[in-house]
């Protein structure tokens, strides 16, 4: 026998923590009453019955009815006839006591009997009570004093109670059942919310233009914040976005596993097109190697329709086997994650489209002129260069490199007897010359992508000091892209070989850029310019030169047909 | 150490039972209020070492709530956190000086929610 301190019900045979916990509730009411209460299970035996009772019900009651009592068999037999839809049943089973017996219900199945046990108005120590007292080995003199104590019950009333008890422990059984349900509801809500704001959390990451191993990386570290996992990691393997696999978190693989690793997971994804999951590695014939580094593998494809991009995968849910809820967790995540890998790609696709456009144009305009190959490029990165140094965001800056590559655009419009001129231009041919921004103003105009780079191409020929053209705007009101092409412009012509002269050395180049700052250029521009040191433009420069060598031989061909 | 105990005031219960039971399994003492006006009393008789309180709730806003608190000197030194709908920002001016240290937008982590709690119960933290 065991006693549970919580409810202070004497408990044998665990009829579930419940069933307690009701007793223990409404037991005091019944010690209110001068009743005596008693749960019995379906086929007679006594639970549990209320310690706290009067002696009477405690020591007498009580133990006559234990098992192996004196009227063990009776009450086998009555119970066995108690139904769901009974109604309370007095029994007389215990001399001077009067007992009676409701079913109490679970899922409309009789669990167990409530026994509530009044004393009778005639309680004297008769034959019988003698008898039963000897047996239980109480003194039949105390009995009868303890019952004394003990206000008694007629049989109708005994009856009523019952019936109240037994909605008692209804309600109270109901709600302990409602209780439970609440909580593995708000369990599950606590889950969808965990769950929610970390698809909110990734999809807020989902900027196309940001670095895919930069997303994927937090999205991993996102995931394992919820899931609890010792690895969590990122294969892409489609030629659309392939990159290194990536693993995060505390199982360390070698580059050569973890590349194994993707390779498998690749092609199982690829097969069945959902999530694998493998709640023992070391026993799977194809995982065996994976075994001494990791238990459980969960992993799901990162799809578009039916295309398998990637895959994104867990390694050792640190609280036991994965399960449906990991699984669905997962699947959300890279259903989310695939929808911005595939706009990552087409994103990437239509700006690597637009970029090798706007270089073949650059390289068209470049090629008719043989000095000045790779020009629009140098100046390009030149700008996007200084751009970057005066502290302009990413985008800006991006948008000045091709302001940078697009400058010149316009001088497809102008003869190639003027560009190539050797000699000097005369004024008409000047003029000519100087219709090259709005020119190519006029050709980008059309573009919208490109309407925001128009001040770049239309102002790289104005001077700080108003004496530019087309427009002749000074100072700062020539907009910025312009006074940055129009620095990176005139640097580049001193330094490259035209047809009219050699090249300078870039010392030369720089002391007149010094020496026009403020006339021809924006002086706080020039002054970061020349802060810029000789190695970074040697540098810049050197990249530039295997472009060169392409731009070259486009030309060539150009010129050949 | 003795057990922390956590008012919880919001007029949608989903996010009462979300928020009670992550704290209480986290062995906290949750008591829970569905207005402003229960969260005032509640807040009198009970003392709580923390207060997490939505935004938008009947009879008293949240910041209407802390305002309250803040006159009472018996109450002035709990703090709190801000449950806000997604998206609703509240200006710095309007929560200043009023006990409230973090502010979290709905639909929140529970599990941040825990551990965010753990963080200004840990600190030691008095409403400023």
């Known amino acids: 026998m065991s006693r549970t301190k919580a409810t202070g019900i004497i408990e044998r045979n665990a009829g579930g923590g419940e069933l307690t916990a009701a007793l223990a509730a409404i037991a005091p009411h019944a010690r209110a009453a001068g009743l005596g209460l008693l749960l019995a299970g379906p086929d007679g035996r006594v639970l549990h019955q209320d310690p706290s009772a009067a002696p009477l019900f405690s020591r007498y009651v009580a133990a006559a009815l234990e098992r192996g009592g004196p009227v063990e068999a009776a009450l086998a037999h009555r119970a066995e006839r108690i139904r769901p839809d009974s109604p309370p049943r007095l029994w007389d089973l215990v001399p001077g006591v009067q007992l009676c017996a409701v079913p109490v219900l679970q899922r409309r199945q009789v669990v167990a009997i409530l026994i509530l046990a009044g004393r009778r108005k005639a309680f004297s120590a008769t034959e019988d009570l003698r008898r039963l007292c000897d047996r239980l080995k109480l003194d039949a003199g105390w009995l009868c004093q303890q019952a004394a104590r003990v206000p008694s019950t007629s049989s109708r009333r005994l009856v009523i109670e019952s019936r109240l008890f037994q909605s008692l422990l209804r309600d109270r059984l109901r709600t302990a059942a409602l209780e439970e349900e609440l909580n593995s509801l708000s369990n599950q809500l606590a889950n969808a919310y965990e769950e929610l704001s970390l698809i909110d959390q990734i999809s807020g990451g989902m900027r196309v233009n940001r670095r895919r191993a930069d997303f994927f990386r937090q999205a991993c570290l996102d995931v394992m914040q919820v899931l609890a996992v010792r690895g969590m990691g990122v294969i892409l393997h489609h030629e659309k976005c392939r990159q290194a696999p990536a693993l995060y978190g505390q199982v360390s693989l070698s580059d050569a596993q973890l590349n194994r690793l993707a390779d498998q997971l690749a092609q199982l994804l690829e097969q069945r097109k959902g999530c694998l999951l493998v709640n023992s590695l070391s026993t799977d014939p194809a995982f065996a190697w994976l075994g001494e580094h990791a238990t459980r593998l969960l992993a799901v494809p990162l799809q578009r329709g039916e295309q398998v991009l990637g895959g994104l995968f867990a390694l050792d849910k640190t609280s036991g086997d994965f399960d449906s809820v990991d699984t669905k967790l997962l699947t959300s995540i890279a259903n989310e994650s695939a929808i911005y890998l595939e706009n990552a790609v087409l994103f990437g696709d239509v700006h690597d489209l637009m970029m090798g456009l706007l270089h073949s144009l650059t390289s068209a305009v470049d090629a008719k002129d043989a000095y000045t190959c790779g020009h629009s490029e140098r100046v390009a990165l030149l700008s996007r260069h200084l751009a970057a140094k005066i502290g302009l965001g990413d985008s800006a800056v991006e948008r000045i490199y091709m302001a940078g590559l697009l400058h010149d655009v316009g001088k497809i419009g102008v003869p190639e007897s003027v560009l190539q001129k050797t000699g000097r231009l005369t004024p008409e041919e000047f003029e000519q010359m100087k219709k090259h921004p709005e020119i190519g103003a006029r050709i980008l105009a059309d573009v919208r992508q490109l309407e925001d780079i128009i001040p770049g191409v239309l102002y790289h020929h104005e001077r700080y000091d108003g004496r530019g053209y087309p427009t002749g705007l000074a100072g700062r009101d020539i907009p910025l892209m312009g006074r940055i092409i129009c620095l990176a412009d005139c640097f580049d012509a001193m330094t490259s070989n035209r047809t009219y002269r050699r090249a300078f050395p870039l010392e030369v180049a720089l002391s007149e850029i010094r020496r026009c700052s403020g006339t021809q250029f924006d002086p706080a521009l020039a002054e970061v310019f020349l802060r810029i040191s000789c190695d970074q433009f040697r540098m810049l420069l050197r990249d530039h030169q295997r472009q060169a060598k392409r731009l070259l031989e486009l030309q060539q061909i150009l010129r050949a047909s | ?128």
């Open chain 2, 1 to 128: 150490m003795d057990t922390k105990t956590i008012l919880v005031a919001d007029d949608e219960s989903h996010i009462l039972h979300v928020v009670s039971l992550k704290l209480r399994n986290a062995g906290y003492r949750v008591i829970t209020a569905r207005d402003g006006r229960e969260a005032l009393e509640a807040a009198r008789h009970e003392r709580p070492d923390l207060l997490i309180t939505d935004y938008h709730m009947p009879e008293l806003s949240g910041l209407e709530l802390c305002g309250l608190l803040k006159q009472d000197p018996a109450t002035a030194g709990i703090p709190a956190i801000m449950l806000t709908a997604r998206g609703y920002f509240l200006d710095p001016a309007d929560t200043d000086g009023s006990g409230i240290l973090r502010m979290l937008s709905k639909p929140f982590s529970p599990r941040q929610l825990l551990a965010t709690v753990n963080e200004v119960l840990a600190s030691g933290a008095r409403a400023a």
